[in-house]
């Protein structure tokens, strides 16, 4: 069976979506049900971050009304792409502080899991972080990075965007807690890297993270923790290139997963 394409809603010209119906009500479960999932989970950055934006739980949020907290907060703004862009246009939104969203939400059939970055995962499960100074700045230093590095130097960086924005984690005196929006996003992953005995939780180290190869479709076997949010903020003042180098002269870590096998 053909996979279902999904592909973004236009804006009109006040920059707004046209929401369905059922698209709202999509909205108001994944909302529900992952506001649930996360409590006493989600960092203390991320909780500020969500109470700035103060989401609606009955619809989908427009973007001009998020973009003008993200201004005020850290000067970031969201661009709106269709589902899938390439390297070139990632790395020169981040890097002229503009987070890429796609305007599509997915369909009840895939309400517990899609492989792409919908609508929900990109408001819900990065913009409350992009409030966030550290956070902000160190998404700003990678974009300028990748637009002037070269297609192999970026699948080293694309790693440590993997397992800092998308997969983090902060370590703290209660305990872990989540930053990454890939896990704050899913219910599946947010009980599974807090509750499961044989994921590992290693602390960061940028060229051992560099080194760690990663699938996109599985629950993650490995996550990496900060002691501290400001961490991201010396991760923007150091030559993130230099680590790159070394990773490569390295060499990659064997994977902790099994191999896709193609179909």
Not at 167 to 192: C, D
């Amino acid at each position: 069976m053909k996979a279902y394409k999904y592909e973004s809603k236009p804006q009109d010209e006040n920059g707004l979506v046209d929401w369905t119906e059922s698209e709202n009500e999509v909205w108001q479960r994944l909302m529900t049900r992952q506001l649930a999932c996360i409590e006493g989970k989600a960092c203390e950055e991320y909780v500020a971050g969500l109470e700035l934006l103060n989401l609606p739980h009955s619809h989908v949020p427009q973007i001009p009304d998020i973009n003008k907290v993200l201004r005020e907060a850290t000067g970031w703004s969201l661009a709106p792409v269709p589902a899938l862009i390439d390297f070139d246009h990632f790395f020169a939104l981040l890097a002229n502080k503009q987070f890429p969203v796609a305007t599509f939400l997915r369909r009840e059939q895939d309400f517990d899991y899609l492989q792409e970055p919908d609508y929900f995962h990109e408001i819900f499960g990065h913009c409350a972080m992009l409030t966030n100074p550290a956070f902000a700045a160190f998404t700003e230093h990678y974009g300028k990075l990748g637009v002037n590095a070269s297609k192999e130097d970026r699948v080293y960086l694309a790693r440590l965007y993997w397992f800092t924005v998308e997969f983090g984690l902060i370590r703290t005196p209660s305990g872990f807690s989540i930053y990454g929006g890939g896990i704050l996003s899913s219910p599946a992953e947010t009980e599974y890297a807090f509750r499961d005995k044989d994921v590992m939780r290693e602390p960061l180290d940028i060229v051992d993270v560099m080194r760690t190869p990663y699938r996109i479709d599985i629950l993650q076997p490995i996550y990496f923790y900060l002691e501290d949010m400001s961490a991201l903020y010396e991760f923007s003042k150091i030559d993130l290139m230099a680590c790159v180098m070394k990773a490569k002269s390295l060499g990659l870590h064997k994977p902790l997963y099994p191999m896709k096998i193609a179909q």
